[in-house]
């Protein structure tokens, strides 16, 4: 629907202003008796064309914002159409389309990146223990749950659990 809509924009904007065009045209002729209902009409289909230019003109810039907006949220879904289109539109709607696959590549290559690490730490037969800045304990690994299986809890002091030392040298 929205792309038939755009293929008849332009004709219904010329149709609508020659015939705004003719009925002032005919209107000053009759005042008058001069040629202006040619010039009414000329001046009617110019402005529709200028009219249906600059809607067609900011269709693609209004696109490309949207593609934007939604990469900038996190939404890699969104492409723009330019099988129809040529020139600097077209090129910016291309490029716009190339940083939303850039981007959705790259975060896939994230989820798969995180997703081996998580599996190499679930998995790795070494204690590990992740604290936050106040020394308290947000995360271990099931080596670790078998070595202080009775002492880990979210929110154990590094203190508690012997580890206070190991969190004094450089980070």
């Known amino acids: 629907p929205s792309r038939a809509r755009a293929a008849l924009e332009l004709p219904l904007a010329i149709g609508a202003a020659a015939g705004l065009g003719f009925a002032l045209g ?24 200028a009219v249906a230019v600059q809607r067609r003109a900011r269709a693609p810039l209004a696109t490309a914002a949207t593609i934007l907006d939604a990469l900038r949220h ?47 730490i679930e998995r790795v037969d ?20 078998q070595v202080l299986r009775a002492h880990l809890k979210r929110g154990a002091r590094a203190e508690s659990l012997g580890a206070q030392d190991l969190l004094s040298g450089p980070s």
């Open 26 to 49: 005919l209107r000053a002729a009759d005042a008058s008796g001069s040629n202006v209902l040619a010039f009414g009409f000329a001046l009617a289909i110019a402005l529709g064309i």
């Open 74 to 120: 996190g939404d890699y879904a969104h492409r723009a159409r330019v099988d129809a289109m040529r020139g600097p539109s077209a090129a910016l709607l291309l490029e716009v389309n190339e940083l939303a696959d850039h981007l959705e590549r790259e975060r896939l290559r994230r989820q798969e990146t995180q997703a081996l690490l998580n599996a190499l």
């Open 126 to 145: 070494v204690a590990l223990l992740a604290f936050d800045a106040s020394e308290r304990l947000v995360w271990w690994n099931p080596a670790a749950e």
